[in-house]
């Protein structure tokens, strides 16, 4: 029954499309699946990057943290989304942490037992291949509005990249509604501004009839408002 369980959770991953229902069911049997409360760690920086995760539903925030304990989030990760070991070298660490925000479903399988099936399955691998590129290319996106962006420009821009992401359009097709149950702190440590930035900001927002937001939502009311 537990296989089975898992083996429906893995049904919902569009990364897995590429395999067939024996491949799926024998991931199911390799797998491990925990049910994660809120602000529980995943993984810390000095563990082993010897896991992959799947995330079937929660939130989940990779961060990594100054010596003098500064955080900075690098992305959030919704439904759907593949985490962990992926991409590095046998015997490294995950050199960031993994850390619920929301009630979240983890599966974890071994780096190996996914290793073995890249190379069975062609397909797959270039799903995979492709995942990775994804997240390079959207580190380098925002290294550059580090680098080139106002703190202004760095807020909207996230608040569009999470409308993008895990937006849903609503009835009337003109209006998305963003679930996500953000601080203006967590904000501010996606997008390296202070939280007071980040207040400003998306007061003006408001003001301007692009958003409304609360803590557990973004009403995106103008999505061009926010290019």
């Not at 759907?80 to 942490?97: I, N």
């Not at 962006?149 to 963003?178: C, W």
Request: with cysteine; aromatic share 8%.
């Amino acid at each position: 029954m537990e296989t089975r369980k898992k083996l429906w959770y893995f049904d919902e991953f569009n990364l897995l499309d590429s395999m067939s229902p024996q491949e799926k069911m024998e991931i199911a049997k390799q797998a491990g699946m925990k049910e994660s409360n809120k602000k529980e760690v995943v993984y810390f920086s000095d563990d082993s990057a010897d896991k992959v995760y799947f995330l079937k539903h929660g939130k989940v925030k990779i961060s990594r943290y100054s010596q003098e304990g500064k955080e900075m989030i690098l992305s959030v990760l919704g439904p759907g989304e593949l985490f962990g070991g992926l991409g590095m070298s046998e015997g490294s660490s995950h050199g960031e942490v993994a850390e619920v925000m929301e009630d979240a479903i983890i599966c974890s399988l071994s780096v190996q037992q996914l290793k073995m099936m890249l190379e069975k399955n062609p397909e797959f691998n270039l799903s995979v291949t492709k995942l990775i590129g994804l997240r390079f290319k959207k580190i380098q996106s925002r290294l550059e509005a580090l680098c080139f962006k106002s703190a202004p420009e760095r807020i909207r821009g996230f608040v569009k990249e999470m409308t993008d992401d895990y937006g849903r359009i609503l009835a009337n097709g003109s209006e998305y509604e963003v679930k996500l149950k953000l601080t203006h702190e967590d904000i501010a440590k996606l997008t390296a501004t202070t939280r007071q930035s980040v207040t400003t900001e998306l007061s003006h927002m408001e003001k301007e009839g692009i958003i409304l937001y609360d803590r557990k939502r973004i009403l995106v009311k103008d999505y061009k408002g926010l290019t």
